[in-house]
């Protein structure tokens, strides 16, 4: 089955960076469209930046737009997403998963945006 595994959150000050990372087991991944989500506390998860099977495609929430790149890496299953210019908005659990048929969630990454 499909097995994600995000890490690379932490603790930030505004304006700092982060980069995370998902690993993806149980896909042939390079075949599939690739997301990041995140989740605030009482509210739905929501897309954050997606990224189509080869890495030459990608879309961004306009909340993240232009801050914000996701990349990913086919030979090590993996994807990223380079946060920067971190706002106390930003701060939320981020969770990776394939936009086009959603798979169990990971235990996600924490994103604490703080002075």
């Known amino acids: 089955q499909v097995q994600l595994v995000e890490s690379g959150g932490g603790v930030v000050q505004p304006g700092g960076s982060l980069r995370l990372s998902c690993a993806a087991s149980?896909?042939?991944?390079?075949?599939?469209?690739m997301g990041w989500y995140r989740h605030f506390p009482g509210r739905q998860r929501e897309l954050v930046a997606r990224?189509?099977?080869?890495?030459?495609?990608?879309f961004y929430a306009s909340s993240v737009k232009g801050r914000f790149t996701i990349s990913r890496d086919n030979a090590k299953n993996t994807v990223y997403l380079q946060m920067n210019s971190l706002k106390a908005e930003d701060a939320a659990v981020y969770y990776c998963?394939?936009?086009?048929?959603?798979?169990?969630w990971g235990q996600g990454t924490q994103v604490t945006v703080s002075s």
């Open positions: 998963n394939l936009p086009m048929r959603l798979s169990s």
């Open positions: 149980g896909i042939i991944f390079s075949d599939e469209m």
């Open positions: 990224i189509d099977n080869s890495g030459s495609a990608t």
